[in-house]
């Protein structure tokens, strides 16, 4: 089945551009210029994968808010900034509020179809696991393979698809030292050291959120992270 991307852009040109490209590709592309015509689709149906941009029109950070209400509306749904604020103020915030990538407009039409198929793979290899029934139980948490649900204490842990693909290889081997590098591979998403170390971030936050006192994502300095059983 032909995967629908959205695009929420309010340059109509740019827009276009990159739905241009990504039909190529075999994709279906719904444009959108505005962060209340975007959601108003989005309440009807969901597409397969979300890039907006943060600045909409008169909404100078109207993409930020319609991430927000995206992943309120579906928890593991991906979503891609792709927008010309490159400041690391915004890429924190873009991935803060449950991004799963953010990159600026200088980037190359193939890097970004590069990353976009990249995410759209891992919801791929998600779904064709789904009849495996995978669940790995560590301490206290647990992890639901082919729902992609992962408990904490027995309380859910609201995760991202990237997220849960980095606590998954986290933990499936623990005290391991996993590489940034072999985070990403875990994930099936391209990323920079900078997005990786942002997401643990925001994992470690979620988990606090439920339990002050988490401290199972040890930080192995120069190296990448480990699982503490």
Known sequence: ???????????????????????????????????TEAL??????????????????????????????????APTLPILFLTARDSELDIISGLRLGADDY???????????ARINA???????LRDRTDDGECLEQGDLALDVSRLHCLWKDEPVELTVTEFWIV?????????????????????????????????????????????DFDAIATAYGMGYRWQA
């Open 40 to 73: 108003e689709a989005f309440r009807q149906r969901l597409p397969d994968l979300a890039v907006i941009d943060v600045g909409l029109g008169a909404e100078v950070e109207g993409g930020f808010e319609l991430c927000r209400e995206l992943r309120a509306m």
């Open 119 to 125: 995410l759209l793979r891992r919801v791929s290899v």
């Open 168 to 212: 998954h290889a986290l933990a499936k081997r623990p005290g391991h030292v996993k590489s940034r590098g072999q985070l990403m591979e875990a994930a099936r998403v391209v990323l920079d050291d900078n997005t990786i170390t942002s997401h643990v971030k925001r994992i470690r936050r979620k988990f606090q959120q439920l339990d002050p």
């Open 103 to 113: 990159l600026t407009k200088d980037i190359s039409l193939p890097h970004m179809q």
């Open 1 to 35: 089945m032909t995967a629908t991307i959205a695009i929420v852009e309010d340059e109509r040109a740019i827009a276009e551009n990159y739905r241009d490209a990504l039909r190529r590709s075999g994709y279906t592309v719904n444009l959108y210029e505005a962060r």
